[in-house]
């Protein structure tokens, strides 16, 4: 594919089919998105792969918790929740997924059911978890980098007919993702990526999400025209 046809043709992918992602596949994979730039080439981050057993324990304790009431202990800042414009967009895109889904907005049963699937990480073959040096914890540069590299994650993925889908929801519960996937105190945990091969058959998979336009977001100044 070209650039184009990667950037343009990407989706979340948020159903997979039950077939397993080849360990050299990703590496080749994580080996060409680790060329995103890196402030003064810093290059924080750090990935743990799992899939199998490990995986398999972090979607139950994580489903657990969160079904229990636990609170959230995600290890990055959250921020208020949206509003305005952004909270928009974020209902826009669920009545997307939800229409596409064919869940009524008063089944409660399945919406509830469509919310803990971020929490099983889709049911993706494998998880790619993203972390930092807790040295660097104070460096706002070092979540924009992490950034990027999940971002060239993705759209190397997709490059080779994997889906992915950049994924909060799954390391909600760090205590459970820091001791299934063994990663050590000094590692700060950011994100999570659920990755597969899609499931074509799966509707949200379908859902292209709008974007606002490039007049919305950029301003120019100084040119000619």
């Given at each position: 594919?070209?650039?184009?046809?990667?950037?343009?043709?990407?989706?979340?992918?948020?159903?997979?089919?039950?077939?397993?992602?080849?360990?050299?596949?990703?590496?080749?994979?994580?080996?060409?998105?680790?060329?995103?730039?890196?402030?003064?080439?810093?290059?924080?981050?750090?990935?743990?792969?799992?899939?199998?057993?490990?995986?398999?324990?972090?979607?139950?304790?994580?489903?657990?918790r969160m079904l229990e009431g636990v609170p959230q202990s995600r290890e990055f800042r959250t921020g208020q929740p949206f509003a305005g414009i952004?909270?928009?967009?974020?209902?826009?895109?669920?009545?997307?997924?939800?229409?596409?889904?064919?869940i009524a907005r008063d089944d409660a049963e399945r919406r509830q059911d469509w919310v803990m699937r971020g929490f099983r990480q889709f049911g993706a073959p494998v998880c790619i978890i993203i972390t930092y040096d807790r040295t660097l914890a104070d460096s706002d540069d070092t979540a924009f980098d992490c950034g990027a590299v999940s971002n060239a994650i993705v759209n190397a993925a997709w490059s080779r007919g994997l889906g992915a889908v950049i994924n909060s929801q799954g390391i909600m519960q760090s205590p459970v993702v820091r001791e299934h996937a063994r990663?050590?105190?000094?590692?700060?945990?950011?994100?999570?990526?659920?990755?597969?091969?899609?499931?074509?058959?799966?509707?949200?998979?379908?859902?292209?999400?709008?974007?606002?336009?490039?007049?919305?977001?950029?301003?120019?100044?100084?040119?000619?025209?």
């Open positions: 594919m070209t650039y184009d046809e990667v950037v343009l043709g990407r989706r979340s992918i948020r159903g997979f089919l039950p077939k397993p992602v080849p360990r050299a596949l990703i590496e080749e994979i994580l080996a060409l998105a680790m060329r995103a730039p890196s402030s003064m080439n810093t290059q924080p981050w750090n990935f743990t792969i799992v899939s199998g057993a490990p995986l398999e324990a972090i979607r139950a304790g994580n489903s657990a952004h909270r928009e967009r974020q209902i826009a895109v669920a009545k997307q997924l939800f229409a596409a889904m064919g990663i050590p105190d000094h590692q700060v945990i950011l994100k999570a990526i659920a990755l597969g091969w899609p499931d074509e058959e799966f509707p949200a998979n379908a859902v292209v999400s709008e974007r606002k336009p490039v007049a919305a977001a950029a301003t120019f100044l100084g040119f000619a025209d």
